[in-house]
């Protein structure tokens, strides 16, 4: 199981990026962002499942958008009205459909600065 994610970059508030995140060797259910900011714990920006049912944190609500291809196994994150906050490394994780074991990918870098 591989996933590999692309896309990260750096912006000015209010701008927008959308990383995707390719998932291979299995099937999965759901797929999720989250994301690790430094000297802060790793956090769940938004999930979803196989069936397209998504949840987010509070704080990304209204901005963030997360959306998935099954047949081509990507997630992917629309990030509008950034945030210096929303700075962070967004890793991509994946449960696998039948083990439920947790996959993640390496990992991208956001950067909201003027």
């Known amino acids: 199981v591989q996933l590999q994610a692309c896309g990260g970059g750096s912006v000015q508030p209010g701008g927008s990026l959308r990383p995707s995140c390719v998932a291979s060797?299995?099937?999965?259910?759901?797929m999720n962002w989250f994301r690790q900011a430094p000297g802060k714990q790793r956090e769940l920006v938004a999930s979803?499942?196989?069936?397209?049912?998504?949840d987010y944190l509070d704080s990304v609500k209204g901005r963030f958008t997360i959306s998935r291809d099954n047949a081509k196994n990507t997630v992917y994150l629309r990030m509008n009205s950034l945030r210096p906050e929303d700075t962070a490394v967004y890793y991509c994780?994946?449960?696998?459909?039948?083990?439920?074991?947790?996959?993640w990918g390496q990992g991208t870098l956001v950067t909201v600065s003027s």
């Open positions: 994780n994946a449960k696998e459909r039948f083990t439920q074991v947790d996959y």
């Open positions: 060797g299995s099937i999965f259910s759901s």
């Open positions: 979803i499942t196989r069936g397209g049912s998504t």
